[in-house]
């Protein structure tokens, strides 16, 4: 259901402002004209109030604050896995956004479907493991 209500100046004021903005522009028409921001840091930059309301701030900000992901190695992923009591059965891994085939010699040897993130511990595989099958890992 789309919003229908029309936003007056000062209500667009007072939102960008709760996020520590400024807006420098002095009308409000609607909310896919461009209006002029200024950051906390004080960057300049023009942008919709609808792109501002879901979410995208200042642009110089976000590109100095992108951080740059961090790509393992396939040895590093396997030997993490090996070190948690697991064993990758993946041959290949491209990015911590990609499932890898897992086997797990305490859940029965099943085989699992896991995300490559290396923040995996046992604490995360107990709770994955409830949540697929319903049963406490630690009453087997």
Known sequence: MRNNKKHIYEDVKLYVESFGY?????????????LSYMCPEGHIYDTTY???????RCPICAKKNKKT?????????????????????????????CKLDVLCPDVHNEFHKLYGKCDFTIDNFKEFYF???????NKL
Do not use: A
Request: hydrophobic letters at 20%; proline letters at 2%; aromatic letters at 20%.
């Open 69 to 97: 992901p961090t790509k393992f190695s396939y040895d590093y992923v396997k030997d993490y896995f090996n070190k948690q009591g697991y064993k990758l059965i993946s041959e290949t891994y491209k990015s911590v956004n």
């Open 50 to 56: 609808s792109i501002f309301r879901s979410g995208s």
């Open 131 to 137: 949540n697929k099958t319903g049963k406490d890992f």
């Open 22 to 34: 400024k807006l420098l522009s002095t009308q409000y028409f609607q909310c896919d004209r461009k």
